[in-house]
């Protein structure tokens, strides 16, 4: 049997798909749309990740994350002040969900759904990723940007202009 995008509902209420989001990028965004499948409401939530300076100020990263799922009902932005499950506790989380690109996703996101479970008990919800985005990393996009690439496809409209303007570089789009 095949299930459609209505058959999970109802078994899953809140997801929290938690992330840098240093920018939020088209990857992130299909992960957002694969959890809208099982859950009635997904909370793109973003965090400070102990091991990495941010490019973008968490007031940005919001903004441009709120832009970017504004069209997709049941989908919130918010800022995570201190520890993930504090936060999930607060929203009153069923899940936390990830997208894994490959098996480096997963070698860095189990100690994490590990740690988290270990915290209050909450399951981590993994799901592969759209293939053809597998090298969409923000990483990445930062440093194609940083060396004046063209990261227009990779981001969500109006993200590539406000990544540019952070890092200093013209270029935002094909030439
Ligand atoms: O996109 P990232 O950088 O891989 O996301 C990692 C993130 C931000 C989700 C993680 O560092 C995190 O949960 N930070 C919040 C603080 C916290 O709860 N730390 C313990 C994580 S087990």
């Known amino acids: 049997m095949v299930r459609g995008p209505s058959y999970y509902r109802g078994r899953v209420t809140i997801a929290v798909f938690p992330?840098?989001?240093d920018p939020i990028t088209r990857g992130?965004?299909?992960?957002?749309r694969r959890?809208?499948?099982?859950?009635d409401e997904v909370v793109v939530a973003i965090a400070s990740n102990a091991g990495k300076v941010p490019l973008l100020s968490i007031e940005t990263r919001l903004e441009l994350a709120r832009e970017a799922v504004q069209h997709l009902p049941g989908v919130r932005v918010e800022a995570v002040p201190g520890l993930l499950v504090e936060f999930c506790r607060a929203a009153d989380a069923d899940v936390i969900v990830k997208g894994l690109r490959g098996g480096a996703d997963y070698d860095a996101e189990m100690p994490m759904a590990l740690m988290n479970?270990?915290?209050?008990g909450i399951e981590t919800v993994f799901?592969?990723?759209d293939p053809a985005l597998a090298?969409?990393?923000s990483s990445l996009v930062r440093d194609v940007a940083r060396n004046s690439g063209d990261i227009e496809d990779l981001v969500p409209p109006g993200v590539a202009p406000a990544?540019?303007?952070?890092?200093g570089t013209a270029r935002t789009t094909k030439e």
């Open 127 to 129: 799901v592969i990723g």
């Open 135 to 137: 090298h969409v990393a």
């Open 163 to 167: 990544v540019c303007r952070a890092l």
């Open 19 to 21: 992330g840098s989001f």
């Open 35 to 39: 959890a809208l499948r099982f859950a």
């Open 28 to 32: 992130h965004l299909d992960v957002v």
């Open 117 to 120: 479970r270990h915290l209050t």
